[in-house]
Structure formats: C-alpha cells, structure tokens
C-alpha cells in the first residue's frame, strides 16, 4: 500500500525533474576499461547519475538469470509446438541464454516483463514483477512460456521495442532463404534447428513462415494475451521495428550484409496489420564521419496481414514469385531480367505476373532492390527516437562490405557491389557508427516522420595494426579505441535531456562489450557498463516512468559465448543476465 507521503515524494521528484528537462543532460559516473581478469568476469557499472543538478545513487539489477526458477516456469527453457521441453544432446532441458530483449509491460496495477530468446525454435517468455514504490527496485515473482505454436514458432528474435499502446514488438532475424532451400539440405541449415519445433519435421516448415514483425499484446492482469505475427509489414533480417508518435509511421531495420532500411506506414493508427511499404534509396552526399546522403522512399505494395497470410497458406515458394536466369560471363542479366545484389550476392530475377505483392512482402529485401531501393547496408541494428527534437537515430555495426566501393575491409574485391546499384561509396570503418536522420513531413507518403537525410553522427575509432589503444594491459585485444564506441547496436535515446544510450555487440572490437552515454550537445561519450568476457549488450531501452520511477533495461547475453570460450570456469558463468540500471526518478 502507498502512503501519502510516498505519492508526495514521488509528486515532488517529477515536478523536480520534467521542470528542467529542457535543459538538463544525464551525467552518469563513468566506469574504468576493464584490466584484470576479476574485472572482465564481473559486470561493472555506474553508481551515480546526475540530473538537474541532483545526484542519485544507481546500480545494475539482475532479475533472472536464464535457467532460474520462479514461479511456475524456468526462464529460457526452449519448447516445442506442443509445450514440451527440447532437449540437449545430453538429454537435458535446453536453456537458451541468448535472451536479447525484455520490455515492461505495466498492466492494471500489475507489471509484467515479456522476454525474447534468440535461439532456434526462438522462445517467448511472460514475467510478473513486483515493484517496490518506496524504492523502485523490481523483483520477479512468477515465470512462463508463452505459445507461439498459432505463428509457427518464432525464428531467432532479436531487438524489440514497446508501442505506445503497451505491446510488445519483437522481430524474426536472418530469415531462411526461400530460393535455396531444399529437402535435402536443411538438416545441415538453421531449419534442421528449427525442425525441432515439430519434432525434427522438416516438412513442417515453410520458409515464408519466418522474417515477420511479432507483435504481443497483454489483454489483462491475469497474464492472458495474444501473440501475432504482421506479414504486410515485409518479410526480411528484421532487428527492429520502431513507430513513431502517431502511431502509424514504423521504420523496421534489416540485419547483415548488403541490406536496406524500410518504413511501413500504417492504415489506421496503433494497428499495424495493413498499410503501405516503402524502401529507402540512399543518394550519396558526403563521404566524410560515415558518410551522408540524401533519402528517397520508393514504394513497395500496399498488402494487409490476412492479403499475405493466403499467399502461406497456399504454401508459395520462391519460384511462383520469381522467373531466375544465371548472370553472364560479364557479370550482366539477359533481357527483360534485373541485376540486383542483395544479402545472397548478384542475381538475375523477373517478377511473375500478378506477384508483385507477394514480391513485396515475402521477399521485401529483393523487390526493393529490383524497384531500385539501397540494399548496401552492413548490420543495420537498433533504432530510437528523440522525440524533442524528431531526430532518429539508428546503428550500424560496421562500414563495410556493400557500404564500401568494390572493396572488402578496404581491400579491392567486387562481390558485394558486383550487379547491384552500388548507391553507398564509404571508407571501411570495422568499429561502426551512430547515424542521424532528420524527420519532416512528407505529404505523398502521408507522414510527419519521414527521414529526407542521414548523416554519421558518431563513429567508432579503429586501430591500426601498429598501434595500441593505451596503455593498458587491454590494449592488445581491441580493435577499436577504447575511449570510443565499437560495434554499436542497441540504442535508446533518453528524450529532452540531451542523451543517448549506446549498447555494443562487438567481438574484436572491445574484449569486454560497453554501454555508454553519448551527451547530443557536448559530444561526449561516457562509459556506464561493461559486461564479462564472450557476452554483448541487449535490450537497451529507456522507460521514464512506470509508477514514479525510471529504468534502463540492459540484457547481458551469452557470457563467454561469442568469445573467450577458454575462460570459461564452470557452466554457471555462462548463463545470461536479465536486469536493469536504475532506478532513476521518474522523467516527464
């Protein structure tokens, strides 16, 4: 029960805090580059914030750990179409620890967590919280499994984000190719992992299943909810979708090499099963900081999610959608045929009469580039808004490949421009970068939140092979300055206070992935979090006010797995932290 004098002191905090957020930053407490072996192992973070002129003390939380019971589940536990524990090869329940995103969810006068596992079958999890309104700190107090057998199961979800009307919006990350996909060679492909979803079935499984935005809706406090999947939103390596304020305009980000960007706008605001698809071509202005350019939205299809749910159930493949033919010796298409160059390399594709919808939304990232779309885009990662000045802000991992011209890490090589329209001409850069997009409306579109340029806002710092970060003993297993960013990918801006929030996933880059703060007017970055040997930063999302308090999510994934596999001690160290840095007073 909440006393007057907590709703006082809470009243107080936000009148304190939105009163000058205007012109307040966050100033964390940085942390130190981690040194000895002790500090790569832990997760080091900042103990103390700043805002408007006030300090509070902060700290990282673990809520679950994966394989913890609580309740009546055990979080990250993978299951099949019927509820069943997959099992390791050595007979045991199969645990993922590549949880990659978390979000709140307050219901009624309950707060709920839903979480995403990364994995093959990928798992959905529902955690109720209890928060403390005296101090703000989270606590889980029962787990579950969410089905997800009515969509198919869910194929390697990464990114996710929160609608303003409190859903859950994941993603379905490097989507199965449908052109090269047979029988006889799935087992050996991530659809032999996939299989056991129904029990090993290959023939289960159908390619254009997977790629899709996954939306989960809480309906009440008893934790009933419906989970869907929104096929007119295009079908590709989805990382994220991220809607803007009215509730109509989405940006969706495409994750790998030679990939392009999207926005889907809605037919009716707060429901994303119908609107109109667009693909962005990027005109090249500048090659300096990451490269700028102006931005061109090329219109894909209109398509509703029951319009492309027929195409599955009709069981379409690619070669209903696409007539093929093999490029020639000079690397060109024979007549009446389009050369594109896309995630899978060159190709010669036509679209079949009447497919130009299916084309659209079921192979969204090979139309656009047949429409004359950009699809040079190396791991286009997480993405978030700064409301107060209608900035968008998206990560790319590295400058390379496709972003480069006819190069490879700066070496002559054509394979990622070879037959396609090579729109983006960039120096490699193997730390990557914060780009900027300013938002205008756009009255053909029908938007106010539509992105006319983009432009390198802050890049990470590559070190040559002659050459040491610093002093540290670190210094020999980086390959990017460690006073800068390296890899970035998850974002979140922390609006009207000048702030955002940069997550890592790096291998070489950093030995230790980082957080930071990144201040919009001063340029200064500042190091809040590191995490321990083989893991990355997820789920980076901002919330600055759920029943008087703020938090910033950050999910700790697969410790000592991507690598340093040798400094594993015990099974333990290996499972994935769930938590939050925080709390914070609540911000308006």
Not at 78 to 101: H, M, R, T, W
Not at 468 to 475: D, L, M, Q
């Amino acid at each position: 029960m909440t006393t007057l004098n907590q709703l006082l002191s809470i009243s107080f905090m936000l009148i304190i805090v939105s009163a000058t957020a205007a012109q307040s930053t966050f100033e964390f407490k940085s942390v130190k580059v981690p040194e000895t072996d002790a500090e790569k192992r832990a997760i080091l973070v900042a103990k103390e914030v700043r805002i408007a002129d006030k300090s509070y003390p902060i700290d990282f939380h673990t809520l679950l750990r994966s394989g913890n019971s609580v309740g009546k589940g055990i979080f990250g536990l993978l299951v099949d179409a019927k509820g069943n524990p997959l099992k390791s090869a050595e007979g045991q329940p199969e645990i993922s620890n590549k949880n990659d995103f978390s979000s709140l969810i307050p219901i009624g006068k309950k707060l709920f967590m839903i979480s995403h596992f990364e994995d093959l079958p990928g798992a959905l999890y529902l955690t109720e919280l209890k928060q403390d309104l005296t101090n703000g700190q989270l606590t889980a107090i029962n787990t579950q499994f969410m089905d997800v057998s009515e969509i198919h199961g869910i194929w390697l979800p990464c990114a996710g984000s929160v609608t303003a009307w409190n859903t859950h919006l994941g993603s379905e990350e490097y989507e199965p190719d449908a052109r090269t996909l047979n029988l006889t060679t799935r087992e050996v492909t991530h659809f032999g992992y996939m299989a056991r979803y129904y029990g090993g079935n290959l023939l289960a499984l159908n390619p254009y299943d997977y790629g899709f935005v996954i939306e989960v809706q809480l309906l009440n406090e008893q934790s009933d909810y419906s989970v869907k999947k929104h096929y007119a939103m295009g079908r590709r390596s989805l990382e994220l979708a991220y809607v803007m304020p009215d509730n109509k305009t989405v940006y969706l980000t495409d994750d790998g090499s030679n990939n392009g960007l999207y926005l889907f706008l809605a037919d009716k605001p707060a429901d994303l099963s119908a609107g109109t698809l667009y693909a962005m071509k990027w005109q090249q202005t500048g090659a300096q900081q990451g490269g700028q350019a102006n931005l061109e939205w090329i219109k894909l299809g209109q398509a509703t999610d029951q319009q492309i749910q027929s195409y599955l159930a009709q069981k379409i493949t690619f070669n209903a959608i696409f007539d093929t033919q093999i490029p020639t010796a000079n690397q060109a298409c024979p007549e009446s045929f389009q050369s594109i160059n896309t995630t899978v390399g060159q190709e010669c594709l036509k679209v079949k009469p009447n497919m130009a919808t299916a084309a659209a939304h079921l192979e969204t990232r090979r139309y656009a580039a047949m429409m004359g779309a950009t699809t040079e885009l190396r791991k286009l990662e997480g993405m978030t808004l700064d409301s107060a000045t209608n900035t968008l802000y998206v990560a790319i991992t590295e400058i390379a490949l496709g972003m480069e011209n006819h190069q490879k890490q700066g070496q002559s090589n054509d394979q990622y421009d070879q037959g396609g329209a090579n729109h983006i001409q960039l120096p490699f850069n193997r730390c990557g970068g914060i780009y900027a997009l300013n938002l205008v409306t756009d009255n053909e579109i029908g938007s106010h939140y539509v992105a006319k340029n983009i432009k390198g806002l802050v890049m990470g710092k590559m070190i040559q092979a002659n050459e040491k970060a610093s002093t540290k003993p670190t210094a020999d297993h980086n390959q990017c300055d460690l006073e800068s960013i390296a890899n970035p990918d998850n974002i979140t801006a922390i609006s009207g206070y000048n702030t955002l929030i940069i997550g890592e996933d790096t291998k070489e880059g950093h030995q230790n992935d980082m957080v930071w703060a990144y201040n919009l007017t001063t340029h200064h970055l500042t190091r809040i979090q590191t995490t321990p040997y083989g893991s990355e930063t997820t789920s980076i999302y901002f919330y600055p006010n759920l029943n008087g308090f703020g938090y910033l999510m950050s999910v700790i994934p697969h410790p000592y797995g991507e690598t340093d596999q040798d400094k594993l001690r015990q099974p333990d160290e290996a499972k994935a932290y769930t938590g939050y840095i925080g709390p914070f007073p609540a911000i308006k």
